[in-house]
Nanobody, 117 residues
Framework: QVQLVESGGGLVQPGGSLRLSCAAS????????MGWYRQAPGKQRELVAT???????NYADSVKGRFTISRDSAKYTVYLQMNSLKPEDTAVYYC???????????WGQGTQVTVSS
């Protein structure tokens, strides 16, 4: 069984920074894509950023230039560096690791990020 464990969430003031981490354990098959999604209260879950095994990245327009996704494939760990945080970044952030075909599609339990003064 695969488990994704996120860490690094918390409360931060506007303009501040946080770094999220997500580590996978268990029977990991070939993971092609690692990513972060978020869900704010009353809203649908949305893509924040993804990174492929080849290193290609994709970001939501709302976080471009502020967030950076990176990975350590050997450790099945993905990171999200979040800078210049805004109140609208407040959400539960979920880690995702999957194959391109989504035959294997794993999710973390979520970590709360709150941006408030």
């Amino acid at each position: 069984q695969v488990q994704l464990v996120e860490s690094g969430g918390g409360l931060v003031q506007p303009g501040g920074s946080l770094r999220l981490s997500c580590a996978a354990s268990g029977s990991i098959f070939s993971i092609n894509v690692m990513g972060w999604y978020r869900q704010a209260p009353g809203k649908q879950r949305e893509l924040v950023a993804t990174i492929t095994s080849g290193g290609s990245t994709n970001y939501a327009d709302s976080v471009k230039g502020r967030f950076t996704i990176s990975r350590d494939s050997a450790k099945y760990t993905v990171y999200l560096q979040m800078n210049s945080l805004k109140p609208e970044d407040t959400a539960v952030y979920y880690c995702n690791m999957r194959t391109y075909s989504r035959i294997y599609d794993y999710w973390g339990q979520g970590t709360q990020v709150t941006v408030s003064s």
